[in-house]
């Protein structure tokens, strides 16, 4: 007995995606969690004036600190 063609050809894959549709919520949690996390990132750094990226001579104590110890020394 010979099989016929029809069960002899598999099953034609119609999926376009590389990956298994199952992973789309993981994919789109992890986007989701990417984006928001490099969104508050970039909030908090712009908007945080306690937060010190440079150096600003305005801001800075550091020569009220050695003035202060030289005269202590002197």
Request: contains cysteine; hydrophobic residues 35%.
């Given at each position: 007995m010979q099989p016929s063609l029809r069960l002899l050809n598999a099953a034609k894959k119609t999926s376009k995606l590389p990956f298994?549709?199952?992973?789309?919520?993981?994919f789109?949690?992890?986007?989701?969690?990417?984006?928001?996390?490099?969104y508050f990132t970039y909030k908090k750094l712009t908007t945080d004036k306690s937060l010190r990226l440079i150096t600003n001579?305005?801001?800075?104590?550091?020569?009220?600190?050695?003035?202060?110890?030289?005269?202590?020394?002197?």
């Open positions: 298994p549709v199952e992973l789309t919520p993981l789109m949690a992890i986007s989701v969690a990417l984006c928001s996390g490099s001579p305005e801001q800075s104590a550091l020569e009220d600190v050695l003035q202060q110890k030289e005269n202590n020394d002197n």
